[in-house]
């Protein structure tokens, strides 16, 4: 399989250390494999932390060229967040979803009003010049393309040093991820769980297979009044079908199971993961 992705700027949901909220430093592999496929508070946070430090650096890289870059910084995520793999110890609990914005963001409106020949300027400086684009084979065998040029690769190098290695850090853990996804499907403890829980759910009217599919339903709301309304009640209700069916606890055993079937290739690249981002999160906290 081969995937075109294009570096953009990181989504919320990827892992490290943050201060305030720091993962104790794991010694075995797996450990350190399993905290980066791992989605929880601190995880948000350390993506949070670190989207913010390569939009700071790129944000500097196009002004040094005569230009604006309009990323806006998404809220840090509270003790409410709840994600597919924890339960936010903050009430009323929520996913962190955010209001639908209104508009086109603000990036957009700038770029699509600059005049050519400027616009692709532009895109030149933040992409790079056409040409050929790095490859990298993911632990699925899936292989993508990334850009290796412009103010976005510049800043991965800088935060990450070594832009090779920070694209890994950022496709690694959600190619493993979906690697995970399939062994859940015919793992007998976790479906077990999985299924008392969605009658549990069902039974507070929520129709939804997986915490990662309320999470994802919920991303898809255009109003912001009936997000404000769903999220704590469908968070709730999880919280409270998690704590009958032990859910989050029987997925964290399967991520057990599912890590001692993989070869030592792939738990060396999810601790390679681990170090990179270890390494970028001590960079990102000297921007301030």
């Known amino acids: 399989m081969r995937t075109n992705w294009r570096t953009a700027v990181l989504p919320l949901a990827v892992l490290a250390a943050v201060s305030g909220c720091a993962v104790q430093p794991a010694q075995r592999p797996a450990d350190l494999a399993a905290a980066v496929i791992t989605a929880n508070l601190a995880t948000l946070r350390q993506s949070w932390q670190l989207t913010n430090a390569e939009n700071t650096i790129a944000r500097q890289c196009m002004r040094k060229i005569g230009f604006d870059y309009l990323i806006s910084e998404e809220p840090r995520p509270s003790v409410n967040t709840g994600t597919e793999d924890q339960i936010g110890t903050g009430r009323p609990v929520t996913y962190g979803v955010q209001p639908p914005k209104a508009g086109p963001p603000a ?19 933040l ?96 109003s912001a009044q009936q997000l404000a309304s769903q999220q704590p009640a469908e968070a709730g209700a999880d919280v409270t079908c998690d704590g009958h069916t ?35 999160l001590a960079v990102a906290a000297t921007l301030g």
């Open 127 to 222: 992409d790079g010049p056409a040409g050929p684009l790095g490859t990298i084979r993911m632990p699925s065998g899936t292989v993508a393309d990334f850009i290796t040029g412009g103010c976005i690769a510049q800043a991965r190098v800088e935060l990450y040093g070594n832009l090779r290695a920070g694209v890994a850090a950022l496709l690694t853990p959600s190619d493993v991820t979906t690697m995970f996804g399939r062994f859940l499907s015919t793992d007998h403890d976790y479906q077990s769980a999985l299924t008392s829980w969605q009658r549990c759910m069902a039974a507070a009217d929520w129709q939804v297979r997986t915490p990662t599919e309320a999470i994802q339903n919920l991303r898809k709301l255009t």
């Open 107 to 125: 990036e957009d409106q700038y770029v699509n009003g600059l005049a050519e020949p400027l616009r692709s300027r532009y895109l030149t400086a």
């Open 246 to 280: 032990h859910l989050r606890d029987r997925t964290s055993q399967a991520r057990a199971r599912f890590l001692a079937t993989q070869p030592a290739s792939v738990l060396s690249q999810l601790v390679d993961v681990y170090r990179t981002r270890q390494h970028a």
